[in-house]
């Protein structure tokens, strides 16, 4: 009988979970707007998206295959449009290959992580190397090797622990066109498995089970967590964030950030200067659930390449519901508040300061 049927009650738990799920839409903090409220959906729909494509499509460690994880369409927590983030399950006790490029690219990180987000204790970050030590070809390619038995010296590889589960390549563009059309990287297990064999009732439960966990929980983490981090600062002002061990960023990656709220006729002006210096910076505008606006007809993200600076090298940004008709316009996409963030990569030189006000539209300044 259909009732009885292990796939089928496991696909109906799995629909429940997400539909209890959506109820985090109205925790407490969260904009009373139904706008926001249809954005929230949609955002843990992506969640979802990433979590049976993870958890079930590309979920086995034996026969490992890259998820991209932010793409046009698919936000996930906290999206930086000049960045690709390519994520794929591993076994700490199996090796792989993995083969790549960074061409067209300011820079690359591979980080190896243990655990993950959907159960306790969350994720661990248990080996990292970027290009400046990484071997990389003329033609920006790379191959790297992932095993529990790593040789002395070897810069081509990271290192494995027992528990480790996932493997993240983060690589940093300022060009979205050159961003947009980079290839997808790839994994092997050595030694290779076989052909991939059919889908069992129980692994189909066990992932439905798992995505399940890592959408909802992942989602929480933001609307919660992450905005009670967020919070710590008056709205409107970005002050370093303090990563306390849960946000698993490499050491090399800091951050100004903090929450935005902007009345339906007010400008956000944010001051600041990045003439110290660093490989990579720049501004990222996100709406309350930790997603970027549409990028691909809106201006989501200011960096040192594509920012308008004046002549002592300093940088203006307005943070307006509306063109402003001035330069370095990061566009709200009509949301009432969610959260920005200054990514400072690379770079000895301390942080910079963020001054900012917040003035009426037709006021702005117009230097």
Known sequence: ???????????????????????????????????????????????????????????????????????TIRKFMGDNPDQTYFFANIDGNRSYRINATMAGAVAVEISVYAGNFAGEGGRRLVDAVEDTSLPVDPD???ELLLTPEPEPNNPNQLRLEPDSSSVLIRTYFTDLS?????????????????????????QL??????????????????????QEKLQTAPVN?????????????????????????????????????????????????????????????RTAVINGDTAVRRDDGTVRLVVAHQDPGLPNWLDTAGHPAGSLSLRWFRSTAPLPTAQTQVVPFTQLPDS
Request: hydrophobic share 40%; charged share 25%; proline share 9%.
């Open 178 to 202: 050159v961003r947009q059309s980079h290839p997808r990287p790839t994994i092997k297990a050595l030694p290779a498995a076989g052909p991939t064999p059919m889908l069992a009732p129980e």
């Open 237 to 297: 002002t970005f002050p370093p964030l303090v990563d306390e061990g849960d946000m698993h960023t490499p050491e090399n990656v800091r951050y100004l950030s903090g929450e935005w709220r902007l009345g339906p006729d007010e400008a956000l002006v944010v001051d600041f200067d990045p003439s110290d210096g660093a490989d990579y910076w720049a501004w990222v505008l996100l709406n309350h659930w930790g997603e970027t606006v549409d990028w691909r007809t």
């Open 140 to 142: 920006g390619s790379y």
């Open 1 to 71: 009988m259909t009732e009885q049927d292990p796939s089928v009650a496991a696909w109906r738990a799995y629909c429940q979970s997400m539909a209890d799920a959506g109820e985090m839409v109205f925790a407490p903090g969260a904009p009373d707007d139904p706008d926001v409220r249809a954005e929230g959906i949609r955002a843990l729909s992506r969640f979802v998206t990433f979590g049976l494509e993870q958890c079930l499509e590309r979920g086995d460690p034996a026969r490992p295959e890259f998820v991209d994880v932010q793409t």
């Open 205 to 226: 439960q066990l992932g439905l089970e798992i995505a399940a966990l890592f959408a909802a929980g992942a989602f929480d983490w933001w609307v919660n967590h992450k």
